[in-house]
Every structure is written in structure tokens, then in C-alpha cells.
């Protein structure tokens, strides 16, 4: 009997020790998974924005360094358009994600007709220098912002990476679109820059 009466006692602090156990690893998961999103909402945000804009700004560098080599003139409208073109990007691709980047495409584009359709006025600036080249040189640093782009675009999105892994079989075939669907997301990034510049007329020289 005396055996029977210290079992019971000692069963209730069991289950209040597992009880308290189960509580504290609730409490565990929920303080990680906290820490997990301040760290992809804060220093891995910044560190992606921060890796895509020394990569743009090194492009930047790289135009101007052909300017300066005589490729093209530095008052050419051609470099003017493609140097401002590229410090758009740098100054507002921080701001775009994919949400807001469907919803400029989808609704906005539609309403303001100054962006319906319009064509990447970078990439035609380009595919309209002479020099072949100079054309083939600005062209490589014209692909390295985009990438830039589009990495940032993606690393920035805990879903979107996550979906990008999960999904092997999509990615696959988005892959073997990436040239095609890369150039559109760029383009979109670009006219959003644009818009952001007329809208917040904040057309202001970069310094690195």
C-alpha cells in the first residue's frame, strides 16, 4: 500500500516535469524561429543588398572607365542614358520585391501610360553603339547589374528561395528559361527604378 501511495505522487511530478519539458521546448521553437526571421528580415537582407550594389556599382565603374578610355564620349546620349540607367537600379532595387514587382506589372503598368510597354532604354542605348567592342564590353557589365538584380531579388525572399529549392522540377525548366525569364525580371526592375525616379524626383548623383 505505502508503495502504491509513493507511486502517485511520483507519476504527478513525471508528468508535470514533461509537461514543463514540452512547455519549454514550445517556448524554444517559437524563440528561434523569432530569431531566424529577424535574421533573414535584417543582416541577411542587408548583406545581399549590400554584395548586388558593389557588384552594380563596380559595373558603373567599369562604363565609366571606357568612357574615360575614349570608347564612347561621355556626352554620347548613349552613356548618359545607360550610366543613369544603371544608378536607377542601384538607388531603388533595395525597394522592389517580387510582391511589389508583380503588382507594378499587373496594375500599375496598366494605369500609367508612360511605362506601358515601354522598352529597356539601357539595353537598346547599348545594341545601338557602333563600336563593336566597346558594344560587347559595356554589354558584359550591362549583364552583371542584371544578375545582381535578379540574385538580390531572389536571396531577399525566404519564401521564394524555399519554393525555388522545394520545387526542383519547376526550377528545372525555369532554368532552362532563366536567359529569357532573367532579362524580363531586369526589365521590370528597371522601369520601377525609373518610376521611382520621376515619382520621388530624386534624380541625385551616386558616390560609391
Given at each position: 500500500m505505502d508503495s502504491l501511495r509513493l507511486a502517485k505522487p511520483m507519476s504527478a511530478i513525471f508528468e508535470m516535469e514533461a509537461k514543463m519539458a514540452n512547455q519549454l521546448d514550445t517556448v524554444c521553437f517559437f524563440i528561434g524561429l523569432l530569431c531566424l526571421v529577424a535574421f533573414l528580415y535584417g543582416p541577411w537582407q542587408k548583406l545581399w543588398i549590400d554584395y548586388a550594389?558593389?557588384?552594380m556599382f563596380e559595373a558603373r565603374d567599369s562604363v565609366f572607365d571606357i568612357a574615360a578610355g575614349g570608347g564612347i564620349s561621355f556626352s554620347d546620349e548613349k552613356y548618359i542614358i545607360i550610366r543613369s540607367g544603371i544608378e536607377n537600379v542601384i538607388r531603388f532595387s533595395h525597394k522592389i520585391t517580387w510582391p511589389r514587382l508583380l503588382i507594378y506589372h499587373f496594375v500599375m503598368a496598366r494605369e500609367i501610360e508612360y511605362f506601358r510597354d515601354k522598352p529597356d532604354s539601357m539595353l537598346a542605348s547599348i545594341d545601338a553603339i557602333q563600336n563593336a567592342q566597346v558594344k560587347d564590353s559595356i554589354h558584359k557589365q550591362y549583364r552583371k547589374v542584371k544578375r545582381a538584380s535578379a540574385l538580390l531579388?531572389?536571396?531577399?525572399?525566404?519564401?521564394?528561395l524555399v519554393a525555388m529549392l522545394v520545387l526542383v522540377i519547376p526550377a528545372a525548366v525555369i532554368l532552362m528559361f532563366a536567359k529569357k525569364i532573367g532579362q524580363w525580371v531586369f526589365q521590370e526592375i528597371v522601369r520601377e527604378a525609373e518610376r521611382c525616379d520621376i515619382f520621388n524626383n530624386s534624380a541625385r548623383p551616386i558616390r560609391a
Open positions: 550594389r558593389q557588384r531579388l531572389l536571396l531577399r525572399s525566404p519564401m521564394l
